[in-house]
């Protein structure tokens, strides 16, 4: 199995389920209501829906990056407002959650292993390199995985 494949496979499981850690993602988001998504049990923080959609946006500035583009994501991208707060609506969000990360995880499974040591575009770093992203969009979705679990509890 290549690299990227295992990668893949990584993101696949963080999002969509079979994770060492526990729950993933989508097994978090499985029975939350639009009124949980949208609530706001600590003051300041952000919802669940909002995170969602920020976990989207994310996967989607990494599925650019493959895609050759130098991507600067705005404050408006990087956290949307919830305008709509229905149940439709949200599963609208989630299922534009999903048709992302899917899009994501197809690029990477089809990405040869030696791209996977290019910089990405825009960026300085010699060790900002696309294997770097990637593993850091797996760490992402899980960090903010773990604080939706709590504010499902909440």
Not at 9 to 16: N, T, W
Not at 23 to 38: G, K, N, R, Y
Request: with cysteine; net charge negative; hydrophobic share 50%.
């Amino acid at each position: 199995m290549s690299e990227a494949l295992r990668i893949a496979d990584q993101l696949r499981r963080a999002f969509d389920g079979e994770a060492w850690h526990g729950d993933s993602l989508f097994e978090i988001l499985q029975d939350v209501t639009a009124a949980q998504a949208s609530s706001r049990p600590i003051p300041g923080a952000h919802s669940i829906w909002e995170l969602a959609l920020h976990i989207a946006a994310w996967d989607d500035v990494a599925l650019r990056s493959l895609r050759g583009f130098d991507v600067v994501i705005s404050d408006a991208e990087n956290f949307q407002p919830v305008a709509d707060s229905s149940e439709s609506a949200w599963r609208e969000a989630l299922a534009r959650v999903r048709c992302v990360h899917e899009e994501l995880i197809a690029a990477v499974a089809t990405l040869p292993d030696s791209r996977l040591e290019e910089i990405v575009p825009g960026k300085k770093e010699a060790w900002f390199t696309f294997y770097f992203m990637l593993h850091g969009v797996v760490q992402h979705e899980l960090y903010h995985a773990g604080q939706i679990a709590l504010l499902k509890k909440m």
